[in-house]
């Protein structure tokens, strides 16, 4: 059996391919081993996982893959590593970035160029197997460019700034009731700012009628592609794909700014878990 998931802060992913391969599916909460210990992971799997799956259990000879978020180091590898072994004795075990998980799903066996474009932004060339190349996206503060928190972030300035739109920025006070003390509270002294700055994507996304709207995202956008695809020596010879809520909800605008870069985009989607699973089953 293959036991493949695609493992968030907030929420995983699963999919089961039994013997007969069939697919099961199930959802958990999330997990991240920058913020969790293998001990964690493990409860997860035997309060949640298994009940989903009663179809495993100990003795079942299992090869998994784990693509989630702060699975990039070592250390970090192991402690999800761990949960699993301790769990499924007999299993092989595979763990990866969330961003080998996105190249996969979306351009399968193909080389080309990735990117997750969700609360955060991140991007590689990928040779149709694995990450060659990754131009580091530096986070919110200082990078994250085409991110929703990036997205988010510009908005807010311009609204800060009084360079918004009149009716605009009243439907946005109407909307939220939030001033400068509160906004700058929330993003200097509060816990999770960059997805405080995403969370004002929705409003954003709602409001694309609006010209001015279209033009800071589509700005955004420009921005992602200077800073992060068009550095992929490769950029106007392989096709671009996409991750994530941001890429799947502005679709049209990220297309519009791509055929502007020279950048030909192929498949865009909002979640990689389907992708992985037909990866793994023509793998």
Not at 53 to 72: D, E, H, K, R
Not at 178 to 185: A, P, Q, S, V
Not at 214 to 224: G, R, W, Y
Request: net charge neutral; charged share 20%.
């Amino acid at each position: 059996m293959i036991l493949i998931a695609d493992g968030g802060s907030t929420k995983t992913d699963w999919r089961l391919i039994d013997d007969s391969k069939q697919i099961h599916q199930c959802a958990t909460q999330g997990f991240n081993p920058y913020f969790g210990t293998s001990e964690d992971l493990s409860s997860i799997i035997k309060k949640e996982l298994l009940l989903e799956f009663p179809i495993i259990n100990n003795q079942s000879t299992l090869t998994i893959y784990f693509y989630g978020a702060g699975c990039g180091a070592v250390s970090k590898k192991q402690i999800v590593s761990s949960a699993f072994s301790d769990e499924f004795p007999k299993s092989i075990i595979e763990i990866n970035t969330d961003l080998l998980g996105a190249a996969r799903a979306t351009c399968g066996h193909t080389a080309g160029i990735a990117a997750i474009l969700g609360t955060g932004a991140n991007t590689c060339y990928y040779d149709g197997n694995n990450i060659v190349e990754n131009i580091a996206s530096l986070g919110y503060v200082l990078g994250d460019e085409g991110s929703g928190a990036h997205i988010g972030k510009t908005f807010i300035k311009a609204y800060l700034n009084k360079e918004l739109p009149k009716d605009l920025s009243e439907r946005f006070f109407e909307r939220f009731k939030l001033g400068k003390d509160e906004i700058l509270n929330a993003v200097y002294k509060q816990p999770n700012p960059n997805r405080f700055l995403a969370s004002f994507s929705k409003f954003i996304y709602q409001n694309l009628k609006e010209q001015y709207i279209i033009d800071l995202v589509a700005e955004c956008f420009n921005q992602f592609f200077d800073k992060h695809i068009c550095k992929y020596k490769q950029h106007n010879q392989v096709k671009l794909s996409c991750v994530g809520s941001v890429a799947f909800y502005y679709s049209n605008i990220l297309r519009a700014v791509a055929a502007n870069k020279g950048v030909n985009i192929d498949t865009i989607i909002e979640t990689p878990i389907a992708g992985l699973t037909l990866y793994h089953l023509e793998s």
